[in-house]
């Protein structure tokens, strides 16, 4: 799945490593570190928190690009 973050550089701005991230998500470490490699797509939940945490919309840490399409390219539904 296309999903792609943003993750590890807001939590750089917070000055938090992933342990403590996970920790004011209710996470693991490991699941931060899956989310930042691109292993694993977050629940629209946890996406919504981690948002949340770094005072960002979740759109600004996460989105979805489907294979040749350009980042910030919109799409009608």
Not at 43 to 72: R, T
Request: glycine share 6%; charged share 30%; proline share 3%.
């Amino acid at each position: 799945m296309p999903l792609y973050n943003r993750l590890k550089e807001y939590r750089a701005r917070l000055e938090v490593n992933q342990a403590e991230m996970g920790k004011l998500a209710g996470v693991s470490r490991q699941t931060i570190s899956l989310i930042e490699r691109g292993d694993y797509a977050p629940s629209v939940a946890l996406a919504l928190k981690l948002a949340a945490i770094c005072q960002a919309q979740v759109e600004d840490i996460f989105w979805y690009e489907e294979e040749g399409k350009e980042e910030g390219e919109n799409h009608e539904c």
